[in-house]
């Protein structure tokens, strides 16, 4: 079983209008409304691919109780904490004539000490070896940014896999902590390292430098130009694939889905990236944050491109 944690979760509402332009009147032309939050993604992602996983974390209010009746109606099992508020919403538009998707992000709801404790109790309290365990996303108003780290340190303690996929001071805590995997995108990885990285051999001697952490193996998604995939023996550079972009919203969520699932079920490195590129790509085919079709992600499996880096 996989286990995903979302402690910033959101209602997701993408709106497509032609040639958007700030500061004028904007007429939506289609919309929809999904359940979100890059732990919910993944984990939506993980059910289109065949796989089971549990969602965990925090929920609040009538926003809430959407995103957990979606995730009961598609049979996703859950156990979220709900605490005071409302969980967020998130709007993202879509330009399809300028190309552009703009992402507008609310904070999220406060989250008590004790609301907290109750949602470590709620991750802990059956682990087992053999699991993996996702720790992904932003955090709310009043969590700390060690947050990540501390359960990491705890899950590997317990001999649980675990991987992190966040960004700013959760990432830089999270490492300290040494997960099993993290998929950082290639701009979080230049903030991480705080400097341009120019070229493929900067990413990966950037990403094999935090094998001194314990980590195992690093994943970095390069938008458009494909991904790296980095563990201690090997190196693969995966080319992106020419796709038709609905939206870029969730693209590295289907991406760590692959990774999990691909974990789970002792893939050898080319499975992995096979799948994981072909998820990630069937992905941006999508409107909003729904999850791709398993038949377009066997599809787009065919036609991934790779080459080992020496």
């Keep these: 079983m996989i286990r995903t944690i979302t402690l910033n979760p959101a209602v997701d509402k ?41 969602a965990l974390g925090v929920l609040a209010g009538r926003n809430g109780q959407f995103i957990k009746s979606y995730l009961d109606s598609i049979e996703i099992d859950n156990k979220f904490v709900f605490v005071n508020g409302e969980t967020r919403t998130n709007l993202k538009v879509i330009d399809k004539i300028n190309g552009t998707n703009t992402d507008i992000n609310e904070t999220g709801t406060f989250v008590s000490e004790e609301d907290l404790r109750k949602v470590e109790l709620s991750i802990f309290e059956d682990l087992s070896q ?58 979080e990885l230049e903030k991480l390292f705080n400097k341009k ?11 094999k430098c935090l094998f001194n952490y314990g980590i195992n193996e690093v994943v970095v998604s390069l938008g458009g130009d494909g991904a790296l995939f980095i563990n201690k023996k090997e190196t693969i550079l995966a080319h992106g694939l ?9 693209a ?3 991406m760590v889905a692959a990774l999990a699932y691909s974990m789970e079920k002792g893939y050898k490195l080319e499975e992995t990236v096979i799948l994981s590129v072909a998820t990630s790509a069937a992905n941006v085919m999508t409107s909003g944050t729904q999850p791709a079709d398993i038949n377009e992600i066997s599809r787009l499996m065919k036609d991934v491109k790779f080459e080992y880096i020496k």
């Design 197 to 207: 990285l120019e070229s493929t051999e900067a990413v990966i001697e950037a990403a």
């Design 252 to 254: 590295g969520d289907s």
């Design 14 to 54: 993408t709106v497509e209008i032609d040639n958007f332009k700030v500061g004028n009147v904007n007429r939506v032309s289609t919309q929809r409304v999904d359940a979100g939050g890059k732990g919910i993604n993944v984990s939506k992602v993980i059910k289109s691919l065949g796989g089971e996983s549990k």
């Design 242 to 250: 020419n796709v038709q972009v609905k939206s870029t919203v969730g």
């Design 130 to 187: 053999g699991l993996i365990v996702i720790f992904s996303g932003s955090v709310p108003q009043g969590i700390p940014k060690n947050i990540y780290g501390k359960w990491i340190n705890k899950a590997k303690g317990l001999g649980i896999k675990t991987i992190l996929d966040a960004d700013g001071e959760l990432l830089k805590e999270g490492i300290e902590a040494g997960p099993y995997m993290i998929k950082p995108n290639i701009h």
